[in-house]
């Protein structure tokens, strides 16, 4: 069975600092896995996918992941956090076509 | 604006009523992916198509939820003799089955917010 686990529930960030949003997953084979983020009253919005060609991977809005099999872990990063970067963000699995999503992560930014 | 649309966006209703909501996807895309979000949760898949055929339902779909896809453009889910428990938001995802199916995002509607008294 495939699962994500995010490890924590809230993140809270001055603006202008660093965001780092942890995200473990379970696979029995290589997996495909995505970050995701729902802004509140909007629809989810992918953020990036890792597609196995490389394990460094940039998305949209400056934000990056990086698959480490031997940790089994995909964490979300960006350099310098902006006020219109709070919002929930889900880690997900692809299972046989379907979505695995974690719990979600809220970020919060302080001004 | 050719995304994904969900309607109603919102829907209230009295325990024990039937629901349905509507879900458009976008025009070439083949799968229609149905989830449910509760509050503080990630979404749970509950059932997709491809094409007009209905390949998977979740265990989390009861015999009171029924999903359908006539002509493989929109779908419909129905919820009959609803309970407090199915308030929710419920979100339509549509994709292409073509490529590396895997890695194929999956693209998001609004989602209809259920709330049942």
């Known amino acids: 069975a495939q699962s994500v686990t995010q490890l924590d529930s809230h993140v809270s960030v001055s603006e202008g600092t660093p965001v780092l949003l942890r995200c473990n997953y379970s696979?029995?084979?290589?997996?495909?896995l995505f970050w995701y983020v729902q802004h509140p009253n909007k629809g989810l919005q992918l953020l990036l996918k890792y597609t196995s060609a490389a394990t460094l991977v940039k998305g949209i809005n400056g934000f990056e992941a990086e698959f480490k099999k031997s940790e089994t872990s995909f964490h979300l990063t960006k350099p310098s956090a902006h006020m219109s970067d709070a919002a929930e963000y889900f880690c997900?699995?692809?299972?046989?076509?379907?979505?695995?999503f974690g719990q979600g992560t809220e970020l919060s930014v302080k001004p | 604006d050719t995304g994904v649309s969900q309607d109603p966006r919102h829907k209230i209703t009295k325990r024990g009523q039937n629901v349905t909501f509507r879900c458009d996807p976008i025009?070439?895309?083949?799968?229609l992916y149905w989830y449910r979000q509760t509050l503080g949760q990630g979404p749970e898949f509950l059932t997709y198509f491809q094409n007009e055929a209905q390949l998977e339902k979740s265990r989390l779909l009861s015999d009171r939820f029924s999903a359908e896809r006539p002509k493989g453009s929109f779908s419909t889910l129905e919820i009959q003799r609803t309970e407090q428990g199915d308030s929710a938001m419920y979100l339509c995802a549509s994709r292409t089955s073509g490529g590396q199916m895997s890695y194929n995002e999956q693209f998001f509607g609004p989602g209809t917010r259920l709330t049942v008294l």
């Open positions: 696979s029995s084979y290589s997996p495909s």
């Open positions: 997900v699995v692809s299972g046989t076509g379907k979505l695995i």
């Open positions: 025009s070439e895309h083949n799968r």
